[in-house]
């Protein structure tokens, strides 16, 4: 982002006043910055929206009343999708409803990411709006998650990788993006209140992984902290979150904005690296303006989240431009082409799909999700679809040779076991059947998780009922993340369409009628049941803490190491053709610190039809210095395919890819004997390996004290030496009586100085061997170099 020179800035802010400083760092009314305008300095418009510019006439056009302001934030979050209509969008503006984290993470496209970014900065730009707050990126730690919909996968490679697409196509059209939630926002359960508790190695290499990717990929203008407490302390009051890590190790320069009323104590917030304070809040200001008063806040902390803001403001001031009409129906066909796209075709067995040659069949279409879509999850992200595609009108248009009957197909639409019967005895009429099926909908969404992942109530039952008539069975699956599938092996078909955006019915039907291939992978894991989910056994936390005791085995990493079958694996998706892959090799004899390893294969599309492949690296430790995943993914790519045609794939291996954190050195650490470099079609469908030895980086010495067991001490290099002239010079002893003394310590389990009193009694005091340890621990002491 281009920045104004710093000089002016600090000019431009010395000559505020303190109470501008105050009103500068806070936000005006719900979705605006301070203008101050003696100074020249006018206020940018934000809105939210991932998926969708979700623009409200009323909060944005009509003023700043804070107690109207709040009012209309809450209702919005507390919206529900069932509540349809106006209530579900009030007074927001018509936009283009797209497909939501949940399904866009399964395209596994960056390219189409970006082109949403385009698309979204296009909308934004007709409306006024300076920043898009979006994406969001929290790992999809658990399918329970309110907000999983929302967010893109449980990796932080797929996570931040499309989430740079998007903020890349979104600011070079210039309109800012907002990274959130940082960081670990997992769950809305008492989401204000509920702190993560979360140890470091999980923290860096999974729920800080996704954000560290997306910000050294695109230069996000703006980063949003999370609402909740991350180990005890709230995430916009954070200063290892904010400025240790974000900024001093990440070297992230723009602005932090907080989560809509997510502070607790303004005063911390500034001082942790939090410099906008959203929306507006009497009560926040006048806490910040006590402490400054009182001399309790930093003066050059305050000014310099005025400068970041003042640079940030002006840069965005500078890139607006005028607009024509946006083209609605373009974006329309966007979303269309998106969703077809990311689908994920679960099973087809005996070529049930694509449905061919229809003259003369008869096609059961059942449930209420062929009339009624539902596109998109509750909450602040919510967008209003300015048209939505009905999935039956599209597969009517598609089958007009077809006989295509309807049933409904709903818990308000009488008693669910007639309601099986009739459709049951239609199916024995028909040639097939099309069941739209979808978890049950108003117990999820921003502010409230979900409590099973269950389909609603009576679908199970229809689905099995109809798979016993010997009919061809078909399911199409709307959810927000993982539902249960009792009766997977029974049915011939299904589709995941998670929430597919305004343009997810015509999508549908190009894909039931192969109009379009269907390229989607999963990028989470779908679990058998919920007692799978790793770390269900500590969801959601009590007491005010949420225990992440899967630790760094999130996800598909956590069925790999404990060896559970899932019901499909991360990365899992079938197409109407056929991959092979083959020829792998690669540009390195091992893997040694510092340098990457490029990897050439080649895929090709040996079926019939044209078809898009999604290739996925995973790196494979063996025998690695701390307990690792069995493999992690590191990379991707996806591959458009003419029947025939074969793709020559290069990938390049980065050395962070094979390091994990070490919390006892605190830095990143190459250490294996070996690595395996897979190619997959998914994390349990490995197509080609190469194994490379590794040359690690030197173990460390440990910190040595003198209760540590002489086991540790005797594996620090320098230990042994420095004690044999340390006692021999200390006690007046020969060598060969100094060695005696110090082998008759190795077998004890306790502290050395205890295990060495044995032999000399207080002859040494405890403080000189610290003094020696400290010195062996720092390698001070002339003799040890």
């Known amino acids: 982002m281009n920045t104004v020179d710093d000089d002016e800035l600090q000019s431009v802010v010395a000559m505020m006043t303190d109470e501008e400083k105050i009103d500068f760092v806070s936000g005006h009314g719900l979705w605006r910055t301070t203008a101050i305008e003696r100074l020249g300095i006018p206020a940018i418009v934000m809105t939210d929206g991932t998926y969708g510019v979700r623009y409200s006439t009323t909060q944005i056009d009509s003023g700043s009343d804070p107690e109207a302001a709040l009012s209309a934030f809450l209702a919005v979050v507390n919206r529900r999708a069932e509540d349809g209509g106006a209530g579900m969008f009030g007074d927001t503006h018509p936009a283009t409803c797209f497909p939501n984290g949940n399904l866009l993470g399964c395209s596994w496209d960056t390219s189409l990411a970006e082109q949403l970014g385009q698309a979204l900065a296009a909308e934004c730009q007709a409306l006024g709006v300076d920043l898009l707050l979006g994406p969001g990126i929290n790992i999809r730690r658990t399918p329970l998650a309110g907000r999983a919909y929302e967010y893109y996968s449980e990796d932080p490679v797929v996570s931040g990788d499309l989430a740079a697409g998007l903020i890349r196509g979104l600011q070079g059209a210039g309109v800012g993006a907002s990274l959130k939630h940082f960081a670990c926002n997992n769950s809305e359960i008492d989401r204000t209140n509920m702190s993560s508790d979360v140890d470091e190695r999980a923290l860096r290499e999974i729920y800080l992984a996704g954000f560290e990717r997306a910000i050294a990929k695109s230069d996000p203008w703006t980063v949003m902290s999370a609402y909740n407490p991350l180990n005890g302390a709230q995430a916009a009051e954070s200063r290892w979150l904010l400025t240790d890590v974000l900024r001093e190790e990440w070297g992230y320069n723009g602005v932090v904005i907080s989560d809509w009323h997510a502070i607790k104590d303004r005063p911390a917030a500034v001082h942790a690296g939090t410099d906008l304070d959203m929306p507006e809040s009497g009560p926040r200001k006048a806490r910040l303006r006590a402490a400054l008063q009182a001399g309790h806040l930093d003066c050059e902390a305050l000014d310099r989240s005025c400068r970041r803001i003042l640079s940030f403001v002006r840069s965005l001031v500078g890139k607006r431009r005028a607009v024509g009409p946006v083209d609605l129906d373009r974006h329309h066909e966007l979303a269309r082409r998106m969703a077809a796209e990311s689908i994920v075709l679960l099973k087809n067995d005996t070529a049930a799909l694509p449905l061919k040659d229809m003259a003369g069949k008869r096609l059961l279409v059942v449930g209420t999700g062929a009339i009624q879509p ?329 910190r040595i004290k003198t209760t540590s067991s002489p086991a540790i001490v005797f594996s620090h290099p320098k230990a042994e030496p420095a004690l044999k002239g340390f006692i021999v010079e200390r006690l007046k002893l020969g060598e060969d009586e100094a060695q005696k003394l110090i082998d008759g310590t190795r077998q004890s389990f306790f502290g050395f100085y205890d295990a060495l009193s044995w032999s000399i009694g207080e002859s040494i005091s405890e403080g000189e061997l610290a003094v020696l340890f400290d010195a062996i621990n720092e390698d001070t002491s002339p003799e040890l170099r």
């Open 374 to 702: 539902t596109i998109q999850g509750s909450g602040s992200a919510t967008t209003n679809p300015y048209r939505v595609d009905v999935p039956l009108d599209e597969i009517r248009a598609l089958a007009a040779e077809a006989a295509i009957d309807f049933m409904p197909f709903a818990k308000n639409g009488g008693d669910l076991g007639t309601q099986i019967a009739d459709a049951v005895a239609k199916a024995r009429l028909a040639d097939m059947v099309l069941v739209f099926a979808n978890h049950r909908t108003g117990d999820e969404g921003e502010g409230t998780d979900r409590s099973d992942i269950s389909l609603a109530d009576g679908q199970d039952a229809l689905i099995e009922a109809l798979t016993s008539t010997g009919c061809r069975t078909i399911v199409a699956l709307t959810m927000p993340d993982a539902v249960a599938m009792p009766w997977i092996d029974k049915v011939d078909a299904v589709l995941a369409c998670f929430y597919p955006g305004q343009g997810g019915g015509a999508a549908l039907a190009r894909v039931l009628f192969g109009k379009v291939n269907p390229s989607g992978k999963l990028s989470t894991t779908l679990p058998v049941k919920i007692q799978d989910i790793p770390g269900f056994h500590t969801y959601p936390g009590e007491n005010g803490h949420h225990l992440y005791s899967e630790s760094i085995f999130a996800g598909y990493r956590y069925y790999d190491v404990r060896a559970v079958k899932p019901l499909f694996p991360f990365g899992h998706g079938l197409s109407y053709t056929h991959f092979v892959y083959g020829d792998l090799s690669v540009d390195a004899e091992a893997v040694v610190p510092g340098s990457p390893v490029r990897l050439q294969f080649k895929v090709g599309n040996t079926g019939e039809v044209f078809g898009q492949e999604v290739v996925q690296i995973f790196v494979r430790p063996i025998e690695p210095g701390l307990k690792r995943p069995v493999r992690e993914l590191k990379a991707f790519s996806k591959h458009a395919l003419a029947p025939g045609e074969t793709a020559t794939v290069n990938i390049e291996l980065l050395p962070r890819d094979f390091q994990y954190f070490d919390t006892a050195t605190g830095r990143w650490t190459l250490r294996a004997t070996a690595f395996a470099i897979e190619v997959a079609a998914s994390s349990r469908d490995i197509r080609l390996s190469r194994v490379l030895p590794c040359v690690p980086e030197p173990t460390p010495a440990p």
